[in-house]
Antibody, heavy 121, light 109 residues
Framework: EVQLLESGGDLLQPGGSLRLSCAGS????????MSWVRQAPGKGLEWVSA????????YYADSVKGRFTISRDSSKNTLFLQMNSLRVEDTAIYFC??????????????WGRGTLVTVSS | SYVLTQPPSVSVAPGRTARITCGGN??????VHWYQQMPGQAPVLVVY???DRPSGVPERFSGSNSGNTATLTISRVEDGDEADYYC????????????FGGGTKLTVL
């Protein structure tokens, strides 16, 4: 079955760190760009970060630049998001999404169910 | 950042046509993607590259893009189409990338 499965969400205090993972299966993971998209409670979608199929290029939203790092291990079919200096406003469901091609400029045609990150004191 | 403007809500009777707009500066020069999100679920791609449909998406879903407005059109609306819809573009200017519109809640009357 073609799917993405996120993990790693947690409740933590402001200033903390967390690493999210996204395991892909049923497709050739190494051929596709991947993204992270988040959704705060009751709010819309917010693009967070993306990485090309090779991992050679990464992109970030201004709101997370310098705090979050996207990476991938294609030998393990896994996407990561390292989140540092977390803020209350980072509270959201984090979705990983598969791109339609190797480059990031394109639609996302497969999404995981998401993992919840809650930042609260 | 590149701003995409969607109406917060659109209402339509079953069997009629719903049109959801996505406004942006010269959006016609960009590729627009549309996602459907049911409550509590992950988004699903319904239209990509302005007007292409992924396999499995009904032909009732179509898209267009010109000038400053992209439009998702849902023909013969069904109860099951009630959901939130989001447009997305990739904007390489000033390093602003996968921007989403604010979303439109489609209500089937």
């Amino acid at each position: 079955e073609v799917q993405l499965l996120e993990s790693g969400g947690d409740l933590l205090q402001p200033g903390g760190s967390l690493r999210l993972s996204c395991a892909g299966s049923g497709f050739t993971f190494s051929r596709f760009a991947m993204s992270w998209v988040r959704q705060a409670p009751g709010k819309g979608l917010e693009w967070v970060s993306a990485i090309t199929s090779t991992g050679g290029s990464t992109y970030y939203a201004d709101s997370v630049k310098g705090r979050f790092t996207i990476s991938r291990d294609s030998s393990k079919n896994t996407l990561f998001l390292q989140m540092n200096s977390l803020r209350v406003e980072d509270t959201a469901i984090y979705f990983c999404a598969k791109g339609v091609g190797a480059m990031v400029r394109g639609a996302s045609d497969l999404w995981g169910r998401g993992t919840l990150v809650t930042v609260s004191s | 950042s590149y701003v995409l403007t969607q109406p917060p809500s659109v209402s339509v009777a079953p069997g009629r046509t719903a049109r959801i707009t996505c406004g942006g500066n010269n959006i016609g020069s960009k590729s627009v993607h549309w996602y459907q999100q049911m409550p509590g679920q992950a988004p699903v791609l319904v239209v990509y590259d302005d007007s292409d449909r992924p396999s499995g998406v009904p032909e009732r879903f179509s898209g267009s893009n010109s000038g400053n407005t992209a439009t998702l059109t849902i023909s013969r609306v069904e109860d099951g189409d009630e959901a939130d819809y989001y447009c997305q573009v990739w904007d390489s200017s000033n390093d602003h990338w996968g921007e989403f519109g604010g979303g439109t809640k489609l209500t089937v009357l």
